[in-house]
């Protein structure tokens, strides 16, 4: 079977739901950055989505620039130690950045980045993340744009992967239990 619908158990947040909470965030986005120049950078792979999606919304004249970061150990659960895979193109001194993700889960990732970005000289840091699980947290992460705080429960869509799979999905969903089997 290649369709994925059979695969999705719970639609958690509609595209619909999505599109109108980045509307928001655009708008509060446009409000903070008023007279700056903005580098929007997005976390590959899973910000693809949130990163095209929010950038489309904002009249704030914005860079945009990619970085791809891995956790060291095993599996898919974040360790806190990250290692860049492809690193920005831009330099960051004086720039204000805002850096978009599809999720907040431990923290880990975010932590890290966060820290290793403010050591290159930026004016500003942000973040601004289409997901939160609270729930989740390992360490505290300030964020100021969040667009949902989510259950502590594995979902799949709008960039978010089961291995590798179903990012390209349009809503944030729960997959069912025999795609796990
Ligand atoms: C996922 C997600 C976030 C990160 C969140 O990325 O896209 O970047 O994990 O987890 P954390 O808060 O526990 O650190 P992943 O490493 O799976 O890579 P991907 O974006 O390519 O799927
Ligand atoms: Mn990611
Ligand atoms: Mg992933």
Known sequence: ?????????????????????????????????????????G???GAVMVMADLSRRLHTKAEMDWMAVSSYGSGTKSSGVVRILKDLDTDLTGRNVLIVE??????????????????????????AAALRKPEAAKVDVEVKYVGFEIPNEFVVGYGLDYAERYRNLPFVATLAPHVYS
């Open 1 to 41: 079977q290649t369709d994925v619908a059979g695969d999705i158990a719970d639609i958690l947040l509609t595209e619909e739901q999505i599109g109108a909470k980045l509307d928001e965030l655009a708008a509060q986005i446009d409000r903070d950055y008023e007279g700056k120049d903005l580098l929007l950078v």
């Open 43 to 45: 976390v590959l792979k």
């Open 102 to 127: 599809d999720i907040i889960d431990s923290g880990l990732t975010l932590s890290w980045l966060v820290a290793n970005l403010r050591s290159r000289g930026p004016a500003s840091v942000e973040i």
